[in-house]
């Protein structure tokens, strides 16, 4: 089997891997709002093989990262953290949506299309002597994942990578997470 990058910003993974995978995504046209095609990736997940597929894929990546932590965003990025971070024998760290952290948080408000949002994370969850990698299932503008990185360097951590399944690369998000990351994806559309 040949292995060839399909662009450069993805994962090297060979193009008969590639359509697999994406045969495995369901696009959801007008949802949540006219206009959006939404990638959903449950039944990737669903899919046994094609699940252990990607979780491989990210956690070999994320491994060569050398972290101490794999931080994941609330909700799709919690079936992908904490995932690899048991593979790879490291601790996992939740970055959450308003008021469902119980202890004191770190919180950042970021731009949305239309409006705000706010996520958060404990402010005792990784400090100047970690090194994480934060995952999420889907990079689309970039808004949150950039919030998300932010806020773990708030914390003082080192954000070596952040990951995705998806990323629709029209959108341009990861021109958001420029810096000192490493920004990998599986699948660009
Ligand atoms: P953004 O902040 O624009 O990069 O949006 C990323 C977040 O929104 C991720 O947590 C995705 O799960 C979700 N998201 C945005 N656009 C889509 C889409 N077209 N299909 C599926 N999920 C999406």
């Known amino acids: 089997m040949s292995i060839e990058t399909q662009n450069d910003l993805s994962l090297p993974i060979s193009k008969a891997k590639d359509e697999w995978l994406k045969s495995k ?7 949540p709002k006219p206009g959006i095609i939404f990638k959903d ?27 101490d932590m794999i931080a994941g965003i609330e909700a799709r990025g919690f079936i992908l ?14 970055i959450r949506k308003p008021g469902k952290l119980p202890y004191t948080v770190q919180k ?3 731009e949305l299309e239309y409006g705000t949002d706010t996520i958060e ?24 994942a950039g919030a998300a990185r932010r806020l773990l360097e708030l914390l003082g951590a080192k954000v070596v990578g952040v990951g995705f399944i998806v990323e629709l690369g029209f959108l341009n998000g990861r021109a958001k997470l420029s810096g000192d990351s490493d920004v990998f994806s599986i699948l660009n559309y």
């Open 25 to 31: 995504i369901r696009d959801i046209p007008d949802f």
């Open 81 to 94: 953290a904490p995932t690899i971070a048991y593979k790879l024998g490291l601790g996992f760290v939740p």
């Open 41 to 67: 990736l449950t039944t990737l997940f669903a899919d046994a093989e094609a699940f252990a597929y990607v979780l491989d894929v990210l956690s070999e990546r994320c491994k060569a990262l050398r972290p």
């Open 121 to 144: 994370i404990h402010a005792d969850a990784v400090n100047h002597s970690h090194r994480v990698v934060l995952l999420d299932d889907l990079l689309a503008t970039g808004g949150t």
């Open 108 to 110: 950042l408000q970021y």
